[in-house]
């Protein structure tokens, strides 16, 4: 089964807000509360920003939010910064085709 | 503050095996349990999930490399470890370690390492 479909890039201006879907299925996204979003700087270690579908680990600044609505899942970035701009990694629990996680394609975020 | 360092061969030959070392070094502040796991990325590709690792060695894998893949972790020597077996160019990518925020191994990686480019070529 493929990966979660994320769009393949997404961009804005400076202080502008951007949302980034993460679609799949009943047998993962849609089903289950085990979504995360992770921010990827080239040659820096990635970065959780979002787990639980919606809660942001201590540190992570509030103007990243998400949420999920059926079988998708959503990150917004509000108020974007030049630093923002980076890849984006949707995953989540699958249960389908023996337990594991799944990891979206990936979206590239341009802050022009 | 907890910090982690993967290490191993970065040319491997076809058909061989692959083997890195993810090194736990540091003062851990978190009272809970984690497990721990190794994600890849191929040049220019998205991340792919391994697999991961409970503290009890129990492991999970991603179903395309069941069969080729094992992770081993050794607690008191701080250190986990991916095997691949019958590498191809396709298993050419950068590993990452990385630590779940929780107990169980489909957990979110909250503490990730800079990851080690493994290249397959003959």
């Known amino acids: 089964q493929p990966a979660l479909t994320q769009p393949a890039s997404v961009s804005g201006s400076p202080g502008q807000s951007i949302t980034i879907s993460c679609t799949g299925t009943g047998s993962d996204v849609g089903g289950y509360d085990f979504v995360s979003w992770y921010q990827l700087h080239p040659g820096k270690v990635p970065k959780l920003i979002i787990h639980g579908v919606s809660h942001r680990p201590a540190g992570v600044s509030d103007r990243f939010s998400a949420s999920k609505s059926g079988t998708t899942a959503s990150l917004t970035i509000s108020g974007l910064r030049t630093e923002d701009e980076a890849d984006y990694y949707c995953a989540s629990y699958r249960s389908a085709d023996y337990p594991h996680v799944v990891f979206g394609g990936g979206t590239k975020l341009t802050v022009l | 503050q907890l910090q982690l360092q993967e290490s191993g061969p970065g040319l491997v030959k076809p058909s061989e095996t692959l083997s890195l070392t993810c090194t736990v070094s540091?003062?851990?502040?978190?009272?809970?349990?984690?497990?721990w796991g190794w994600v890849r990325q191929p040049p220019g590709k998205a991340l792919e999930w391994i697999g991961t690792?409970?503290?009890?060695?129990?492991?999970y894998y991603t179903p395309s490399l069941r069969g080729r893949v094992s992770i081993s972790v050794d607690i008191p020597k701080k250190h986990f470890s991916l095997r691949l077996t019958s590498v191809t160019a396709a298993d050419t990518a950068r590993y990452f370690c990385?630590?779940?925020?929780?107990?169980?191994?489909?957990?979110?990686?909250?503490?990730w390492g800079l990851g080690t480019l493994v290249t397959v070529s003959s």
């Open positions: 540091g003062v851990s502040t978190s009272v809970s349990s984690h497990c």
């Open positions: 690792v409970y503290e009890s060695g129990s492991a």
């Open positions: 990385a630590r779940t925020n929780g107990g169980t191994y489909y957990d979110a990686f909250d503490l």
